[in-house]
Nanobody, 120 residues
Framework: QVQLVESGGGLVQPGGSLGLSCVAS????????MGWYRQAPGTEERQAVAVLLGDGIIRYADSVKGRFTMSGDKAKNTIHLQMNNLKSEDTGVYYCYAVQTTASTNYDYWGQGTQVTVSS
């Protein structure tokens, strides 16, 4: 069982910056996948924003490339998402996501979500 707790959301003006953090209850080095998804207002689908796969490469959504940066702190079992030059379309609930493999079975875990609102 993996618990993920996000923090750092809030209200920011267009062009501003915000940083999100996600603390995992397990050693993040043991997780197969970690990343960030967001759910835009009025939608049900969560879309990948930044995801670190087992190959060590972070993949970013085209809409955030050059503006968002995902990083990790293994000592604190924490990942971060630094969001710069925010746009109104970045508004949504941001979820931390992880996959843990146990006995050859992949299990998905989600945080509770944190609201990011970009508005003037």
């Amino acid at each position: 069982q993996v618990q993920l707790v996000e923090s750092g959301g809030g209200l920011v003006q267009p062009g501003g910056s915000l940083g999100l953090s996600c603390v995992a209850s397990v050693n993040i080095s043991r997780l197969k996948v970690m990343g960030w998804y967001r759910q835009a207002p009025g939608t049900e689908e969560r879309q990948a924003v930044a995801v670190l796969l087992g190959d060590g490469i972070i993949r970013y959504a085209d809409s955030v490339k050059g503006r968002f940066t995902m990083s990790g702190d293994k000592a604190k079992n924490t990942i971060h998402l630094q969001m710069n030059n925010l746009k109104s379309e970045d508004t949504g609930v941001y979820y931390c996501y992880a996959v843990q493999t146990t006995a050859s079975t992949n299990y998905d875990y989600w945080g509770q979500g944190t609201q990011v609102t970009v508005s003037s």
